[in-house]
T-cell receptor, first 114, second 116 residues
Framework: DTGVSQNPRHKITKRGQNVTFRCDPI?????LYWYRQTLGQGPEFLTY????????KSRLLSDRFSAERPKGSFSTLEIQRTEQGDSAMYLC????????????FGSGTQLSVL | AQSVAQPEDQVNVAEGNPLTVKCTYS??????LFWYVQYPNRGLQFLLK??????LVKGSYGFEAEFNKSQTSFHLKKPSALVSDSALYFC??????????????FGGGTRVLVKP
């Protein structure tokens, strides 16, 4: 069990640029989640995959955000035309089996939009 | 809709004293409840969960939490706090009702500071 891995750890970009983050979940986990956390706040749900299917997406999520999980393994989160308000820590988590299972979180990708 | 409230932004406690971090929740159905801890520059780590059964749940590092359905609360407790317990603590809830989806909703967090 090597844990959930996220890359890059930090990303600094200029407003209007596109960015992409990667998450490698624990290998046997079929469920994958993306969350966003801003300073002093709890993680906010963005989207959820079961295997390769994106089953849930937050209604608060802008159309500039898109996520994929090809082949049900790693996942990518892309933000197009970044805005300063997108600056946050982006967290990935994975779990196995049912909805009562605990989530294993990665260390996150800190995005700063200048 | 499901939600979590952590009424205290920060809790200060002396080492060796009991620690309590408060959490209340709201769900349409019955809840799955979780506590996570976040240390500086590290990801969230699972502490404990309540699914069903005994209302008192024991978890990692000597922590426990008590589920109280009538008060819709799930307070985190530790009988004797350590300086190393200083961290950010998050309560989270998921509605058992499948129609509510699979997302875990987190509270705003409570910073715990244990002083020597």
């Amino acid at each position: 069990d090597t844990g959930v891995s996220q890359n890059p750890r930090h990303k600094i970009t200029k407003r209007g640029q596109n960015v992409t983050f990667r998450c490698d979940p624990i290998s046997e986990h079929n469920r994958l989640y993306w969350y966003r956390q801003t300073l002093g706040q709890g993680p906010e749900f963005l989207t959820y995959f079961q295997n390769e299917a994106q089953l849930e997406k937050s209604r608060l999520l802008s159309d500039r955000f898109s996520a994929e999980r090809p082949k049900g393994s790693f996942s990518t989160l892309e933000i197009q035309r970044t805005e300063q308000g997108d600056s946050a820590m982006y967290l990935c988590a994975s779990s196995s089996r049912g909805a009562n299972e605990k989530l294993f979180f990665g260390s996150g990708t800190q995005l700063s939009v200048l | 809709a499901q939600s979590v409230a952590q009424p205290e932004d920060q809790v200060n406690v002396a080492e060796g004293n009991p620690l309590t971090v408060k959490c209340t929740y709201s769900v349409s159905g019955n809840p799955y409840l979780f506590w996570y801890v976040q240390y500086p520059n590290r990801g969230l780590q699972f502490l404990l969960k309540y699914i069903t059964g005994d209302n008192l749940v024991k978890g990692s590092y000597g922590f426990e939490a008590e589920f109280n359905k009538s008060q819709t609360s799930f307070h985190l407790k530790k009988p004797s706090a350590l300086v190393s317990d200083s961290a950010l603590y998050f309560c989270a809830v998921r509605d058992m009702d499948k129609a509510a989806g699979n997302k875990l909703t987190f509270g705003g967090g409570t910073r715990v500071l244990v002083k020597p």
